[in-house]
């Protein structure tokens, strides 16, 4: 448990380097472009992504370390930490982001994590935002969004190939905000007498990569019951992870 914490704190300490090196750099840029009215318009366009992006980075880390177990109030401590460095970030004026976590089920404190027998898995982040900046002739007052969602999407079926061994395969379907998405890590367990168990190259485990964000697995494995479980972890290419459950069907 220690170690995965502090592998959370590690990855969110990077996101705040990644926000503050973003938001640092086009800073400069927007004070600099003020020299020409259009360049300070096109300045100001590009500091307002940076914020967005900024603030995109931290609901991701947030998620991460959620999705993998930590506590779902680290979004909101994380976003007061991001608000804190971007009002001492501009020294020309006030510099303020509030936000809002959704509440609304099925969200608690901005997070949906769901691990279902029905063959669907999420986990998702959604936060309202406004940023405000005044200050040297700059005026901002933007409201944004941001949802980050993550969704896996199973299917299982099987063959008897003689007496209780069957060939299992499952389908597994990657989603990034709805669109396929990959993955940099798949993990299938299946049900045998109440215990989860990991096929391996003893029973003729291979998966199927096919650079859609779809993934055939298929394995071989002594099962006495005519119905079981599946269960699939998937961790995406943001590091979020996601998990499903089903039942497997014979054809």
Excluded: C
Aim: net charge negative; glycine share 8%.
């Amino acid at each position: 448990m220690t170690q995965k914490s502090n592998s959370g704190q590690i990855l969110l300490i990077s996101i705040f380097i990644v926000a503050l090196l973003l938001l640092s750099s086009e800073l400069y840029i927007f004070e600099v472009g003020k020299i020409t009215h259009e360049t300070e318009l096109n300045s100001l366009e590009d500091f307002v992504l940076a914020i967005k992006l900024g603030s995109k980075h931290v609901v991701v880390g947030s998620l991460v370390n959620a999705s993998h177990g930590g506590p779902l109030s680290s979004l909101s401590l994380n976003l007061q930490e991001w608000s804190s460095l971007l009002g001492r970030q501009y020294q020309f004026g006030k510099s303020s982001l509030a936000y809002t976590l959704k509440d609304a089920s099925p969200y608690s404190s901005g997070i949906w994590i769901y691990q279902g027998t029905d063959g669907y898995g999420i986990a998702s982040a959604y936060v309202s935002f406004n940023y405000k900046l005044s200050g040297r002739e700059t005026a901002i007052n933007q409201d944004f969004f941001i949802n980050v969602t993550s969704a896996v999407i199973i299917e299982s079926t099987f063959q008897v190939v003689g007496g209780d061994d069957k060939r299992i395969n499952v389908t597994i379907s990657v989603l990034n905000e709805m669109e396929p998405a990959l993955a940099n890590q798949i993990l299938i367990s299946y049900e045998r007498s109440g215990v989860w168990l990991v096929p391996d190259e003893a029973n003729d485990y291979t998966i199927s990569d096919f650079g859609t964000g779809t993934y055939v697995a298929s394995f071989v494995a002594d099962i006495p019951a005519s119905s079981f479980g599946v269960s699939t972890q998937v961790v995406d290419t943001r590091g979020i992870l996601v998990q499903a459950n089903v039942t497997s069907v014979q054809i």
